[in-house]
């Protein structure tokens, strides 16, 4: 069985770079039997895809997304990381990790919780001075 962990800060300040880590076990990152996600969720508001790292190392983003996200991966420790760099208090939200199979243009556009095979239980990241 796949689980999944997020980490990272609670409270991010304007203009900096929100880090999290995602811990998987019960399945190698490496795998190709699957996608490493990141999506979203701020208050009030529907999912939203992020990105995500292949099997092979390969990412890819959300285009309205792409020139502040980077995902990257520690093999060794099984985990995969978001970085968003430039935040504004519109990046406040719960942020999970998720595995999938292909992600298709609608799920990066609607994403739904059913469109995805495990989550991590989601952390709670506010933008705030």
């Known amino acids: 069985q796949v689980q999944l962990q997020e980490s990272g800060p609670g409270l991010v300040k304007p203009s900096q770079t929100l880090s999290l880590t995602c811990t998987v076990s019960g399945e190698s990152i490496t795998t190709n039997a699957y996608y490493w996600n990141w999506i979203r969720q701020p208050p009030g508001k529907d999912l939203e895809w992020i990105g995500h790292i292949a099997g092979s190392g390969s990412t890819y983003y959300k285009p309205r997304l792409q020139s502040r996200a980077s995902i990257s991966r520690d093999t060794s420790k099984n985990q995969f990381t978001l970085q968003l760099s430039s935040v504004t208090p519109e990046d406040t939200a719960v942020y999970y990790c998720?595995?999938?199979?292909?992600?298709?243009?609608?799920?990066?556009?609607?994403?739904?919780?059913?469109?995805?095979?495990?989550w991590g239980q989601g952390t709670q990241v506010t933008v705030s001075s």
């Open positions: 998720a595995s999938s199979g292909r992600i298709t243009d609608t799920i990066m556009t609607w994403p739904l919780r059913a469109d995805f095979r495990s």
